[in-house]
C-alpha cells in the first residue's frame, strides 16, 4: 500500500494524509473508512488554528479520539486511558518501520522531554494540591516516572512511551475541557503548546499507520452513521 508523501520538515499533514485517503478508501471496511475521515477531518481543524493553542490541542485529541475510540472496549473498560494503551499495542506492533519511536527520539531533545518535566501536567502534583490521601510522596512518583522513560527509550519500548507521554496528555486534555484553565491564559502556555505540538506530529502517524492496516480490528466507532 502507498505511504503518504512527508511536508519539508518529514512531518505528515491533512493534505497528505487526504490524498492517501481518497486514493485507497474504497478497500477499506465501513468502520475503518469512517474513522479514517472523522480522524483526518479533525486533523484538518486542527491545522487552521496556528494562532490559537487551546483549540489546537483540543482538536487535535478529537481527531486522536476519532482515531482510537472504540465503543465495546470503551464500554468494558475502567478508564478512557486503558482504552488508548491498548490502541497504542496495536499501533507498536504493526509499526514495523518503528516510524513512532523514530519521531519521539527526534523530539524527545524538545517538547516531549519539556513535557515529562512540567509537574502541571503530573496527575499526583494534582491530586496532592487537591488533599487527596496518599500522594504526599508526589515528587518521588514524578522522578521515578522520568527514569522509566529513560529506560523506555533504551529498550525501544514505544507502548510505554506513548502511554506516560499521553498519560501527561490526558492531564492536559482534562485541565482544558473540564474548564480548569483560562482561555489562552499566561499559567500554561508551555505544557498547551508543547501539547499541540506533540499531537501535531504522532496523531498523523497514528491515522497513517491505520490506512496502512485497514484489515486490523480497530473496533467499532463511536455514533454510526445511521439512515
Do not use: C
Not at 44 to 67: H, M, P, T, V
Not at 97 to 102: E, M
Not at 185 to 192: A, E, Y
Not at 204 to 227: A, Q
Request: proline content about 4%; glycine content about 8%; hydrophobic content about 40%.
Amino acid at each position: 500500500m502507498t505511504r503518504a508523501h512527508t511536508g519539508p520538515a518529514g512531518d505528515l499533514s491533512y493534505e497528505t494524509l487526504k490524498a492517501r485517503q481518497r486514493a485507497i478508501r474504497d478497500g477499506f471496511p465501513d468502520g475503518v473508512g469512517l474513522r479514517v475521515h472523522r480522524a483526518i477531518s479533525w486533523l484538518q481543524r486542527a491545522e487552521k488554528e496556528d494562532g490559537d493553542l487551546d483549540a489546537s490541542f483540543i482538536f487535535y485529541w478529537i481527531a486522536f479520539n476519532a482515531a482510537y475510540a472504540d465503543e465495546v472496549k470503551d464500554a468494558e473498560a475502567n478508564d478512557e486511558r486503558s482504552v488508548f494503551d491498548g490502541f497504542f499495542g496495536t499501533l507498536t506492533s504493526l509499526d514495523l518501520d518503528q516510524r513512532i519511536y523514530n519521531t519521539i527520539w527526534k523530539r524527545y531533545a524538545g517538547e516531549i522531554r519539556l513535557l515529562l518535566d512540567n509537574r502541571y501536567v503530573f496527575s499526583p502534583f494534582w491530586k496532592f494540591h487537591n488533599r487527596i490521601p496518599g500522594y504526599d510522596d508526589w515528587e518521588v512518583w514524578f522522578r521515578k516516572s522520568k527514569k522509566r522513560i529513560h529506560a523506555a527509550l533504551k529498550d525501544r519500548d514505544t507502548r510505554m512511551i506513548l502511554s506516560t507521554v499521553f498519560d501527561r496528555l490526558y492531564v492536559l486534555r482534562n485541565q482544558l475541557v473540564h474548564g480548569g484553565a483560562t482561555w489562552n491564559g499566561k499559567v500554561n502556555r508551555q505544557q498547551v503548546g508543547d501539547g499541540a505540538q506533540i499531537m501535531s506530529i504522532l496523531v498523523p502517524i497514528f491515522i497513517d499507520l491505520i490506512m496502512d492496516n485497514p484489515d486490523v480490528d480497530w473496533g467499532e466507532p463511536y455514533y454510526p452513521v445511521v439512515d
